[in-house]
T-cell receptor
Framework: NAGVTQTPKFRILKIGQSMTLQCTQDMNHNYMYWYRQDPGMGLKLIYY???????DKGEVPNGYNVSRSTTEDFPLRLELAAPSQTSVYFC??????????????FGSGTQLSVL | QKEVEQDPGPLSVPEGAIVSLNCTYS??????FMWYRQYSRKGPELLMY????GNKEDGRFTAQVDKSSKYISLFIRDSQPSDSATYLCAMSARSNFGNEKLTFGTGTRLTIIP
């Protein structure tokens, strides 16, 4: 019963490098999200997806890209890493829809440092 | 003005005390109110969920919503060391897709002292 799995857990990048943060869920959820969490700033939505092939920008999308080719996977791509992207990144999923008691399931996070 | 305001703490209380955590909000469109608990180096997990004004109780936890004052609270009774965590309030209104996009507070770090 894995839930939402994120890899890697930790990564250090040099300025200008690129990388992909992986996220996969085994709950057959339609909706998936990427958040970043900075100290004292709460969780900020980067991108989200409501199903395979459909993605949309969140509150802080600049510098990131996503794709959703399958229901299970929602990778987050950083093309040209900048120090401002140093943060903890969380992937989350939910079944979605008009239900009144939906909840987000979060992964355990990826701590990224850009130096 | 932020849409959601939450006192970051830190808050330290002795074991067994009653804890009160609070958030205020400015967006009248928010319909759903949640509290997430986040242990160190872990992702948040949903603790309480409500969509109406009033109180909702679940064991030692009570969520309170006052829509007229745009104010929500989480009360923890008989607090335990295992309650030590960061507590994030979250709120949502319907998006264009119909799913609930959440706006989070900054989180309050709570420590229960044995």
């Amino acid at each position: 019963n894995a839930g939402v799995t994120q890899t890697p857990k930790f990564r250090i990048l040099k300025i200008g490098q690129s990388m992909t943060l992986q996220c996969t869920q085994d709950m057959n959820h339609n909706y998936m999200y990427w958040y970043r969490q900075d100290p004292g700033m709460g969780l900020k939505l980067i991108y989200y997806s409501v199903g395979a092939g459909i993605t949309d920008k969140g509150e802080v999308p600049n510098g990131y890209n996503v794709s959703r080719s399958t229901t299970e996977d929602f990778p987050l791509r950083l093309e040209l890493a900048a120090p401002s992207q140093t943060s903890v990144y969380f992937c989350a999923s939910e079944q979605g829809g008009a239900a009144t008691n939906e909840k987000l399931f979060f992964g355990s996070g990826t701590q990224l440092s850009v130096l | 003005q932020k849409e959601v305001e939450q006192d970051p703490g830190p808050l330290s209380v002795p074991e067994g005390a009653i804890v009160s955590l609070n958030c205020t909000y400015s967006n009248s469109a928010f319909q759903y109110f949640m509290w997430y608990r986040q242990y160190s180096r872990k992702g948040p997990e949903l603790l309480m969920y409500t969509y109406s004004s009033g109180n909702k109780e679940d064991g030692r936890f009570t969520a309170q919503v006052d829509k007229s004052s745009k104010y929500i609270s989480l009360f923890i009774r008989d607090s335990q060391p295992s309650d030590s965590a960061t507590y994030l309030c979250a709120m949502s209104a319907r998006s264009n897709f119909g799913n609930e996009k959440l706006t989070f507070g900054t989180g309050t770090r709570l420590t229960i002292i044995p």
